[in-house]
């Protein structure tokens, strides 16, 4: 081991003692961050009201056909993987504060080219537009957050980046309800603004103005979020930004890290929520609830609601537990949701065109009803495990593990990761369908699931109630 690795590892800073009074200012700074994830939630979310409305009120020139809604729909993913590369580059140069300040640009840009759009192309535009900021929001905010936090409230901070997340996508379900396309695309541009105004008052993170030697800065934000200096110990004095470099990767602090966070990042696309929340509608409509629109509303408030309940309890039950609960979970209602399907399968006589989920059989339809509840429970179920561990977690251990000289460049390799994963999932799952059959494609998502409780039990290590520091000292095996 080096002695720049030595001196890496010595705590940048220290936690104050539990008898010193803690400043609720990092509250506030934290909830500034979670304005970029409530944004990024509400673009998300956009695409299901908005497409409908489209289709029903827009002039000719904006009529979406079935491939331009599925690009209207998907091209969101592939603008954010772009942000993620961008916000990697960022983060580490301009700064966690100035890269949240620059990523309001393309959000509001992009949702006042959707309010102005003339033409498809223009919408598709505005989307691309959205879907980097929501990119580079999905990098920045969580590493903000969990560098002005303390140990004892990083899980909390932490997981509320996800609960914005939801947050803003059961938002736009709820604004779709009473606002046309034009107007919930205004709406849009007031989280960012919010999120402008804010952040210019709050400060940069002190661990990364101690990086560029500023210290006075350094203290000053420690000050404003923390409410005191007392306990802080200054940073060594060999501790520098360097920037990332291949034969970085030799080191274990650095590649254990970056295989664990893109393995994350990996299951949670491959557990299947994005077939699931495609879905939703059809299976409301089989357990025949009158207005199957309320199947968004209902998976929303059931994410937002244990979501929260994970933010809460993160920094009790830790990461692992809630990891391993929330896999065990999604895979037992993956497994019920592969059934149900199974169940209604009609036959090798009918067509195995993934679109027709209305089984023809001569079964009697409440037999069908029943059934469909079963699959309603399941949906249920498995969205309320994915919130409480496989929805926030990965992306607090992402903000968490990597030590700082790789950050940007790391966490933008997770994130690109996620997004790509998300893409290819929403992309190909219709194939998978054809191929292995409804039940088939559901039972491998459990499979997924299974190889993503045994991944965490076998390589993730436990991060609650450490200072980052201590944790890069883990993964170099001290």
């Not at 970029?36 to 009120?57: H, M, N």
């Not at 491959?270 to 357990?287: D, P, Q, R, W």
């Given at each position: 081991?080096?002695?720049?690795?030595?001196?890496?590892?010595l705590?940048?800073?220290?936690?104050?003692?539990?008898?010193?009074?803690?400043?609720?200012?990092?509250?506030?700074?934290?909830?500034?961050?979670?304005?970029?994830?409530?944004?990024?939630?509400?673009?998300l979310?956009?695409?299901?009201?908005?497409?409908?409305s489209?289709?029903?009120?827009?002039?000719?020139?904006l009529?979406?056909?079935?491939?331009?809604?599925?690009?209207f729909?998907?091209?969101?993913?592939?603008?954010?993987a772009?942000?993620?590369?961008?916000?990697?580059?960022?983060?580490?140069?301009?700064?966690?504060?100035?890269?949240?300040?620059?990523?309001?640009?393309?959000?509001?840009?992009?949702?006042?080219?959707?309010?102005?759009?003339?033409?498809?192309?223009?919408?598709?535009?505005?989307?691309?537009?959205?879907?980097?900021?929501?990119?580079?929001?999905?990098?920045?905010?969580?590493?903000?957050?969990?560098?002005?936090?303390?140990?004892?409230?990083?899980?909390?901070?932490g997981?509320?980046?996800?609960?914005?997340?939801?947050?803003?996508?059961?938002?736009?379900?709820?604004a779709?309800?009473?606002?046309?396309?034009?107007?919930?695309?205004?709406?849009?541009?007031?989280?960012?603004?919010?999120?402008?105004?804010?952040?210019?008052?709050?400060?940069?993170?002190?661990?990364?103005?101690?990086?560029?030697?500023?210290?006075?800065?350094?203290?000053?934000?420690?000050?404003?979020?923390?409410?005191?200096?007392?306990?802080?110990?200054?940073?060594?004095?060999?501790?520098?930004?360097?920037?990332?470099?291949?034969a970085?990767?030799?080191?274990?602090?650095?590649y254990?890290?970056?295989?664990?966070?893109?393995?994350?990042?990996?299951?949670?696309?491959l557990?299947?929520?994005?077939?699931?929340?495609?879905?939703?509608?059809?299976?409301?409509?089989e357990?025949?609830?009158?207005?199957?629109?309320?199947?968004?509303?209902?998976?929303?408030?059931?994410?937002?609601?244990?979501?929260?309940?994970?933010?809460?309890?993160?920094?009790?039950?830790?990461?692992?537990?809630?990891?391993?609960?929330?896999?065990?979970?999604?895979?037992?209602?993956?497994?019920?949701?592969?059934?149900?399907?199974?169940?209604?399968?009609?036959?090798p006589?009918?067509?195995?065109?993934?679109?027709?989920?209305?089984?023809?059989?001569?079964?009697?339809?409440?037999?069908?009803?029943?059934l469909?509840w079963?699959?309603?429970?399941?949906?249920?179920?498995?969205?309320?495990?994915?919130?409480?561990?496989?929805?926030?977690?990965?992306?607090?251990?992402?903000?968490?593990?990597?030590?700082?000289?790789?950050?940007?460049?790391?966490?933008?390799?997770?994130?690109?990761?996620?997004?790509?994963?998300?893409?290819?999932?929403t992309?190909?799952?219709?194939?998978?369908?054809?191929?292995?059959?409804?039940?088939?494609?559901?039972?491998?998502?459990?499979?997924?699931?299974?190889?993503?409780?045994?991944?965490t039990?076998?390589?993730?290590?436990?991060?609650?109630?450490?200072?980052?520091?201590?944790?890069?000292?883990?993964?170099?095996?001290?």
């Amino acid at each position: 081991m080096s002695p720049e690795d030595s001196e890496e590892t010595l705590p940048l800073l220290r936690p104050p003692d539990a008898s010193v009074p803690r400043g609720r200012r990092v509250f506030l700074a934290a909830f500034a961050a979670a304005l970029g994830p409530l944004s990024f939630g509400f673009a998300l979310g956009y695409s299901s009201p908005a497409i409908p409305s489209l289709r029903r009120t827009a002039p000719p020139a904006l009529r979406l056909g079935d491939s331009a809604a599925s690009w209207f729909g998907a091209i969101v993913t592939l603008g954010a993987a772009a942000g993620g590369v961008l916000g990697g580059w960022l983060v580490d140069r301009a700064g966690r504060k100035l890269s949240l300040l620059l990523c309001t640009v393309p959000f509001v840009t992009g949702f006042a080219v959707i309010t102005a759009a003339r033409d498809v192309g223009m919408l598709l535009g505005g989307r691309l537009l959205t879907g980097l900021a929501c990119g580079v929001a999905s990098l920045v905010s969580p590493v903000y957050i969990s560098e002005i936090a303390y140990p004892a409230i990083r899980g909390l901070l932490g997981s509320c980046v996800q609960l914005m997340v939801v947050t803003g996508i059961l938002l736009a379900y709820v604004a779709g309800w009473v606002l046309e396309w034009r107007w919930l695309a205004v709406l849009g541009c007031v989280p960012p603004t919010f999120m402008l105004l804010l952040m210019c008052c709050m400060p940069e993170t002190p661990r990364f103005l101690l990086t560029r030697h500023q210290h006075q800065e350094a203290m000053a934000a420690l000050r404003f979020l923390w409410g005191s200096e007392e306990g802080w110990e200054e940073p060594p004095i060999g501790v520098e930004h360097q920037g990332f470099q291949l034969a970085m990767l030799r080191r274990p602090g650095v590649y254990k890290p970056l295989v664990i966070g893109i393995s994350l990042m990996a299951f949670q696309q491959l557990s299947g929520v994005n077939a699931i929340m495609f879905y939703a509608e059809t299976i409301f409509e089989e357990a025949k609830f009158k207005d199957s629109s309320l199947a968004s509303v209902t998976v929303g408030i059931i994410q937002v609601l244990f979501t929260a309940v994970a933010a809460l309890i993160m920094d009790r039950a830790g990461r692992r537990l809630l990891l391993t609960l929330s896999g065990v979970v999604m895979v037992f209602s993956m497994s019920a949701f592969g059934a149900y399907f199974k169940l209604t399968e009609s036959g090798p006589s009918n067509s195995s065109h993934v679109g027709l989920l209305v089984p023809i059989s001569a079964e009697p339809v409440d037999v069908h009803v029943g059934l469909a509840w079963m699959a309603v429970g399941s949906m249920c179920l498995f969205i309320a495990g994915f919130a409480v561990g496989w929805g926030p977690i990965p992306w607090l251990l992402m903000s968490e593990i990597f030590p700082l000289h790789v950050k940007g460049v790391a966490t933008g390799v997770c994130v690109l990761t996620n997004w790509f994963m998300a893409f290819l999932v929403t992309k190909e799952f219709s194939s998978i369908m054809e191929i292995l059959r409804p039940y088939g494609a559901f039972w491998l998502t459990a499979a997924f699931c299974i190889l993503s409780v045994l991944f965490t039990l076998t390589f993730v290590p436990e991060t609650k109630g450490r200072t980052l520091e201590q944790i890069t000292a883990h993964f170099e095996g001290r």
